[in-house]
């Protein structure tokens, strides 16, 4: 059955950038991600914790890299 978030013949998810190389696409989550998660670390605290607020967080953290972060 194929998998309508990977692309064709791969394991590698669909992304914004459209890198189906395994390595970039790596290197990419490794930037992006670590942007993200510093700004979350340095702003303001979460005053829920639930499953909307973990939907929220995997938004912003994968935003840059995902058309279907957070959902």
Do not use: W
């Not at 791969?10 to 696409?25: G, Y």
């Amino acid at each position: 059955m194929k998998d309508p978030y990977l692309y064709s013949y791969t394991d590698i998810l669909k992304n914004l950038a459209d890198i189906q190389d395994r390595e970039m696409l790596s290197c990419m989550e490794a930037e992006y991600t670590s942007i993200r998660l510093a700004e979350l670390v340095t702003g303001e605290s979460v005053s829920r914790f639930d499953f909307a607020a973990l939907c929220d967080m995997h938004h912003y953290i994968f935003q840059d890299i995902y058309e279907r972060a957070g959902r």
